[in-house]
């Protein structure tokens, strides 16, 4: 059995390939694919007919009250509630392969469902009291209740921990009060999962969250947003004017907010994922189609080498992005703890190939692509959210490395104490230790394990497998050199940090791919995966070429020219010279 408290990813910082936590590649027991098989084809049934009215509710900026009601009869809100609740009790994959089936159709119907089931009502679920699950879920698993998550407020966004929504205490309950921005179904939602300050109103106070429903005395929203992308999605202000909730409405524990939010988000990204993914396999669809019915030059675009280049690249990210994704729910359906750093990379990862597929399709389909009578740009439109919401990626790349290096500085430190006398500082000082006496001394304290290679993977992949134990050498390398060069003061060099990141979220996502191409050589034998190998081919190729050129730019880089070019900039507020 693994150990369920291991991080793939915070392992490898440290060298070691916990290959038990991603081999096998998860796939779902066969009771369960029957299930996810049917309300797929199910979704396809109540989402096609609707195609033209799709793009008429993003002009209009609304999903129509019949719509939704159609959404509710089906069963869309009771996706993840458990079926003693009224719910279908999808676990993490199968919920993360429904929205990828209704994002294929419209990505507002999919952000809705998502913000509901994924983050809106997600709080219930993971901290709910039995009573508190027993009086909310079933309305909110018919859609009686649609449900909203409230974190944002306009001088708090990346930085959540800055509201200034005040929980203040009310005898057995509280007062809330304070202004929510940009919640995603804000205007149809009657449960809103509401994060205020609860320890004081000072700056980095203490934060708790709250059921608070729509009929409260106090709860008003603001007008529909008009907005870029997602427009048939609601996005509205929402407003608490001394709103009275019971101790009943308390959401965790008090005082452990920030905790809670954090969760909700982590556990909730394989659903912003499984849409992402939805999209790029609809621009599959649409760029195909496309190549092979227009014409130039006397023969189909899809002969010409530069189409098929796009439309070649767009499909290995789509096999990666769903790779990562997928694996991320199936740690979570398996009971892993810790998948905060893999969920966040999964987020990044996804978000951004979607957003180069895009691009790439819009241009397959050249002038086409343009008009709104066609599909590209509202795709284009709807998924360049992905990069800002449920945390921006930048803010996500920082987490990503700074998690991990945490790991490595707490690892340094407790190994200088094991070897008390040998270090003055325990991280810089840790420096002086060359890789062999690391080695030493690692096995000296037993802190480490040598994991620094796959073991159970098949033959066919043994080239990337190589490839993968020596970038993870390197990795566990760099983390401590980054680490020794900049002790504590990484926190403020983004630069190095998101480097690390972009290494780490390549090295992730090929792991993935290659657990994933592995299950497929086990399932199918070597010859009928041959497609799915040369796709991990050429992820891995690529996956490479940027891993090695961000490794030598950790010492090899323009940062601080670039750092001044931009100080010069922000000082002068304008772009500084000109040709006449
Ligand atoms: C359509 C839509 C729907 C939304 N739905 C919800 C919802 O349902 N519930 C909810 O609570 N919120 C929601 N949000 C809010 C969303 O989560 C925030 O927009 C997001 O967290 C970013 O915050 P911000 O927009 O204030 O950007 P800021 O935090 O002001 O960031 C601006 C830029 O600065 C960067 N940045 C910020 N801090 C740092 C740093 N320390 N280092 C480096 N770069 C940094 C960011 O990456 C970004 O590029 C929604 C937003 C939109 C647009």
């Known amino acids: 059995m693994a150990d369920k408290s291991i991080s793939f990813m915070r392992s490898l910082c440290l060298g070691d390939i916990e290959e038990d936590v991603i081999v096998p590649y998860p796939s779902l027991p066969d009771p369960e694919r029957e299930t996810l098989r049917s309300v797929c084809t199910s979704v396809d049934e109540l989402l096609t007919p609707n195609a033209e009215a799709f793009r008429e509710w993003d002009v209009a900026g609304e999903l129509p009250d019949e719509f939704l009601g159609q959404l509710r009869d089906f069963g869309m809100f009771g996706l993840v509630i458990p079926e003693e609740h009224g719910g279908m009790g999808l676990r993490a994959a199968a919920y993360s392969r429904t929205l990828q089936q209704v994002a294929r159709h419209d990505a507002s119907v999919a952000v809705t469902i998502g913000a509901h089931s994924s983050i809106g009502m997600r709080g219930l679920l993971l901290y709910g009291t039995e009573a508190q699950k027993a009086r909310w879920l079933p309305k909110l698993a018919s859609g009686e209740m649609i449900a909203a998550f409230c974190l944002t407020e306009p001088g ?17 309950g509280w007062l809330l009060s304070g202004s929510k921005l940009w919640i995603t179904n804000g205007g149809i939602a009657d449960f809103f999962t509401v994060f205020a300050k609860s320890g004081g109103t000072d700056d980095r106070g203490k934060l708790s969250g709250f059921i608070v429903t729509r009929d409260m005395p106090g709860v008003s929203v603001g007008p529909h947003e008009d907005k870029m992308g997602i427009r048939a999605s609601s996005t509205t202000a929402v407003y608490l004017d001394n709103v009275r909730v019971g101790p009943e409405h308390l959401l965790g524990p008090e005082h452990g907010g920030f905790k809670v939010a954090m969760h909700i988000l982590n556990s909730g990204r394989t659903g912003l994922g499984g849409g992402i993914v939805g999209m790029m396999k609809r621009l599959v669809e649409l760029t195909t189609a496309q190549a092979t019915s ?47 750093i893999e969920a966040a990379i999964s987020k990044v990862f996804a978000s951004e190939a979607l957003w180069r597929a895009v691009d790439e399709a819009l241009q397959v389909a050249g002038g086409n692509g343009f008009m709104r009578e066609y599909p590209y740009e509202r795709i284009l439109r709807d998924c360049r959210i992905n990069r800002i919401f449920e945390g921006t990626n930048e803010v996500l790349r920082l987490f990503i490395s700074l998690s991990a290096m945490n790991d490595v500085g707490t690892q340094l430190k407790e190994l200088a104490a094991g070897l008390r006398g040998v270090f003055d500082h325990p991280i810089k000082g840790f420096g002086v230790m060359s890789a062999y006496a ?20 098949e033959p066919a992949v043994a080239a990337e497998a190589a490839l993968f134990a020596t970038c993870t050498r390197d990795l566990a390398a760099a983390a401590d050199r980054i680490l ?34 592995n299950a497929a050589i086990v399932r199918l034998g070597p010859a009928n995966a041959a497609r799915e190998r040369e796709i991990l081919a050429v992820f891995a190729g690529q996956a490479r070429r940027r891993i090695q050129a961000n490794f030598e730019r950790i010492d090899d880089n323009d940062d601080e020219l670039i750092k001044g070019l931009a100080d010069h900039a922000i000082e002068q507020r304008k772009f500084s010279w000109d040709n006449i």
């Open 156 to 172: 708090a966004g990346s930085d959540a921990a800055a509201i200034k929504t005040t929980a203040t205490k009310d005898g057995d």
């Open 294 to 340: 227009r014409h130039q030059f006397g023969r189909p675009i899809a002969d010409y080498g530069l189409i098929k280049q796009k439309i070649g690249q767009i499909v290995v990210e789509c096999y990666a992005a769903e790779s990562v994704v997928n694996m991320v729910a199936g740690l979570i359906d398996q009971g892993y703890e810790e998948y905060a």
């Open 438 to 457: 690391l080695r030493r001394a690692s096995l000296a304290t037993g802190l480490r394990r040598a994991k620094g290679a796959f073991t159970r993977l």
């Open 484 to 517: 020794r060069k900049h002790g504590k003061e990484i926190i403020g060099k983004q630069f190095a940090s998101s480097r690390l990141a972009d290494i780490m979220i390549d090295m992730f996502v090929l792991a993935c791919v290659l657990a994933r191409v």
